[in-house]
């Protein structure tokens, strides 16, 4: 566990392969993030991920906005977070995100919250997305060949 | 003022014209609205507010999703926001909101969020909307006739 | 499955015996809880569950707030969720749970979201509450006895 | 017009007397803040500006959650957002801010939400915060004298 700074486009590709894959997108607890308890509120973590995975496919060239430009969108079809202990206001965290295996049309991202140091863990998570064709409103039977190329690379780090 | 309980649009017509043309959303505060102090984060009015034009906009018969189908959006071009007192969690309130006068192609609307018996005021606002061409992305020069006879009628009330 | 409107608190003790004990909150798509697919975004139903949740509490006598003040907390430590189909923009739904079995302190809930007519399947999620003592930050080993009491008899229903 | 990236703690000083004032926040437009029209949604941009406050402050050495732990929050009072043309989805764009004159108890912000080039300009807003009692629930007759005394120093800029 290794956390660093955000990286650019092109640190990003040299660091995922660097520190085993994993992509890190820094936060900061901002007072519309948290509820009454002084505390993260439990769904402003699924903004985070949702960030740092946007971040993390442009790091490897895919820009969401193009993607869906294209006809092609990857909604989130299941989700799971383990909450471990509470991102106070005003600290800063690091949500690190992978992509897990492939499972057929099933992206996977693997997730890690923690403190900028890795010593603390937040929160662990699971993401799967699928591709899905905007016009018709269907599950692709495979994704756009480009889009599949760029994400095995991701794949294989 | 005279608050009252979440009105279906057969009594929201009537309503509208016994209270004086407002039109009351009831909301509470839950904890995902809140921030750290225990009171309802500033920026979370934003949405009541919109919670409460568009269920207006229902009861008299123009559905919001409708207008976006048929091409007509209705984007928000200037907004202010006096914050008077804090909503605290599980509180309820009543958003009050009616539209003032039409200024061309500008739909003002009026904002009090208020306590249930009408005693505390929380927040007065005032929002403009403007008619927009969803293809073009340009505004109206008017809205499309049967929206504006519509509108007509509650701005007379 | 037999959606129904916001129950009064004397008629969902009543209906949660009757449709086999979930408890139901109905919801409306709104522009703001939607994002640029013309759907729900995936965090919403977060919040939505969350409500649901208080509300259902609150039918049965357990005031959120009310339980903050007296030192308890109730945060989520586990979620998930899976997505089967999309809420569009300016539907209706309804979100409903019910109590779980309760495993030591460990508070499971079920989802499910709903056509307001029972036929369409949303969303069906599972979320884990422990209770905390707030000025500790440390986890109860076990409820306050007058909730823990409520809560069984939501749980025997 | 000079947009840049954002700025250490240290950099960040230099930069507010460099370019006349201005604090620079650069923001990324996510799916979650985007609406069913594919662009940035009304109300985040309220996230976006107090993110930019809590930053700005930040780079004066002014930890917003240090001092609400000291017993001072700065709640906003007034709001006013001129909205003149849609972030759209993937774009980046900056949040500048800077403190406008104190007015007694009144701290008041100006806001440019602009391209990074500086050619587009997306929204202007105006904050007005107070300065709180958190125990009292009270308006502070004078900020906390070493609050004070800092804001001073970046008003003078």
Redesign the interface.
């Known amino acids: 566990m290794n956390p660093q700074l955000e990286p650019t486009s092109a640190i990003a590709k040299t660091s995922l392969g660097a520190t085993g894959d994993w992509f890190d997108h820094p936060v900061?607890a901002?007072?519309?993030q948290?509820?009454?308890?002084?505390?993260v509120?439990?769904?402003t973590y699924?903004?985070w991920m949702?960030?740092a995975r946007?971040?993390c496919l442009q790091s490897i060239g895919i820009?969401?906005?193009?993607l869906?430009a294209m006809g092609c969108?990857l909604?989130?079809?299941?989700?799971?977070?383990?909450?471990h202990r509470?991102v106070?206001?005003?600290?800063d965290a690091v949500v690190r995100t992978r992509m897990a295996k492939m499972d057929g049309i099933r992206i996977n991202w693997d997730y890690q919250i923690q403190s900028l140091d890795g010593i603390e863990l937040y929160v662990t998570a699971q993401v799967t997305l699928v591709a899905v064709d905007?016009e018709k409103g269907k599950i692709l039977r495979q994704l756009p060949p480009a889009v599949r190329e760029v994400l095995m690379k991701l794949q294989a780090e």
């Open positions: 900061h901002y007072p519309h948290t509820d009454y308890a002084g505390i509120w439990h769904g699924i903004s949702e960030e946007v971040k820009g969401f906005a193009d869906v969108d909604p989130v079809v299941d989700l799971s977070v383990r909450y509470p106070q206001m005003g600290m905007r």
